[in-house]
């Protein structure tokens, strides 16, 4: 019996290696990105930690007009040192619960590795390091950069017209609202980042539910011209 049980174990951590490794490998799309990607006039952020990616947006003035309706949610979209819109999608238990890790709980846990209603998180912030380990600068094309911004705008549950602030946040600067979908563990935050990647005209793997495999998928799969230019993506 044990024999058997250790034997089912191998082969379910087998095969989810192979997932992962085919995940990243494999293209998405299938074909290379468009040549628009050659021609980038814009600059985008992708914020990684050990689990979770964020996109930071330049917070231009067709930005800020664009999701005015932020400011229905307390944040302070006149602020002169406003340089970036950080926009991120979730689970809500988790994501709302879990501010830090030192606030991490077991129903949060168990509902992100489940199923769970989605939010999205926004934050204001200042100036960025480029050249921080955690901060991927992708340049995509004028065309990219607006499918991207109707991707995360979409990703809001609108209600009377607007999207729906949650009245809650971790602290000033920041808010969440109702987003679409449902968050699990295969389709998760990090899935939601490469999917706007895509949007802008950047490959990725064709399944990342991590931040590094994201990185590795957009290092594997994108020529040097699509990152930051003359660097290679931090893995």
């Avoid at 979209?77 to 999608?89: A, Q």
Wanted: one cysteine or more.
């Amino acid at each position: 019996m044990l024999v058997k049980l250790l034997k089912g174990l191998v082969i379910i951590v087998v095969l989810a290696a192979m997932a992962v490794v085919a995940g990243t490998v494999i293209p998405r799309p299938w074909r290379a990105p468009p040549p628009e990607t050659t021609s980038a006039t814009d600059r985008i952020l992708v914020l990684s930690n050990p689990i979770h990616t964020d996109f930071a947006i330049p917070a231009t003035p067709d930005i800020l007009k664009r999701f005015s309706f932020l400011a229905d949610a307390g944040l302070d979209l006149g602020n002169p040192d406003v340089r970036y819109i950080i926009f991120g999608w979730g689970g809500r238990a988790f994501y709302t619960e879990t501010p830090t890790w030192a606030d991490l709980k077991p129903m949060p846990v168990f509902k992100s590795l489940t199923l769970d209603s989605a939010v999205m998180h926004v934050q204001l912030a200042g100036d960025i390091p480029l050249d921080h380990p955690d901060v991927t600068p992708i340049d995509v094309s004028a065309a990219g950069f607006a499918r991207l911004s109707d991707y995360i705008a979409s990703s809001f549950t609108v209600g009377d017209e607007k999207p729906v602030p949650l009245g809650f946040s971790y602290g000033q600067g920041d808010a969440f609202f109702e987003g679409q979908g449902r968050f699990n563990a295969l389709v998760g935050c990090n899935t939601w980042t490469a999917a706007g990647l895509r949007e802008a005209g950047i490959a990725t793997g064709l399944w990342t539910p991590l931040p590094w495999l994201l990185r590795i998928s957009l290092r594997l799969h994108n020529p040097p011209g699509a990152f930051r230019p003359g660097e290679e993506v931090t893995g």
